[in-house]
């Protein structure tokens, strides 16, 4: 019985590193993108770990797959938000629907030091 | 292998041929770099259906050992497109 529900749970998990591979592929922007490979795949891990270990029935399975979970959960958030800010600071275009940048301007052009409030030059010229 | 077992198998595989459709058309080289953090995240997945379908529980080590490397990548590519990446483009 518990096999049988692992491997539902695994199939599931899979489903949904399925649907984070075709946000990737057919969302418009790179942050669109982002959002899209962040957060189906951390989910579907979660699940096929989850299926593993009730496949398995084991304890050390069981700590394995936990242990890859919190991981994945620690890092996978980490990751994402080195390489967004690296985007934006390198001048990724935004989609043409976007309607407002509210980080537009706030970053200090050469020490890359996020303020509050935006500042004059970087204001104007984009 | 049962039915279920194939059906993550073919999930997995089209979401890896997304994902190097996104690393080759990719317009700027953050989203090759977003590709690739997919792509190893997909072959952890991979691993881990192989694993179970198979039987053995010894390759849940290796999804261990692979989903703390590709952090790392990912960091290590986001440092140097930050500092001084798409010349090209800077604004």
Not at chain 1, 24 to 51: C, E, N
């Amino acid at each position: 019985m518990a096999q049988a529900v692992g491997d539902v749970l695994v199939f599931l998990g899979a489903l949904w590193m399925l649907v984070a591979a075709i946000g990737v592929a057919r969302m418009p922007d790179l942050f669109q993108r982002m959002h899209a490979s962040t957060k189906s795949p951390t989910l579907g891990l979660a699940l096929l770990m989850l299926g593993a270990s009730l496949h398995f029935g084991a304890v050390h399975i069981t700590a394995r797959a936990l242990a890859v979970v919190v991981f994945y959960f620690i890092t996978a958030p980490v990751a994402a938000h080195v390489l967004g800010r690296a985007a934006y600071l390198s001048g990724v275009t935004l989609w043409e629907g976007t309607l407002e940048d509210q980080l537009k301007g706030r970053y200090t052009p050469h020490t890359h030091q996020l303020r509050s409030t935006p500042t004059e030059e970087m204001g104007e010229e984009g | 292998m049962s039915l279920l077992h194939t059906g993550a198998f073919v999930c997995i595989s089209l979401a890896l041929v997304l994902a190097f459709y996104r690393l080759v058309r990719g317009p700027s080289l953050p989203d090759r770099v977003l590709s690739l953090d997919l792509t190893t995240t997909l072959v952890v997945g991979l691993i881990t259906v192989y694993a179970v379908s198979t039987g053995q529980p010894l390759y849940l080590d290796m999804v261990v050992v692979l989903a703390l490397i590709s952090f790392l990548a990912t960091v290590a590519y986001a440092h140097y497109i930050e500092k001084g990446g798409m010349p090209w483009r800077r604004r």
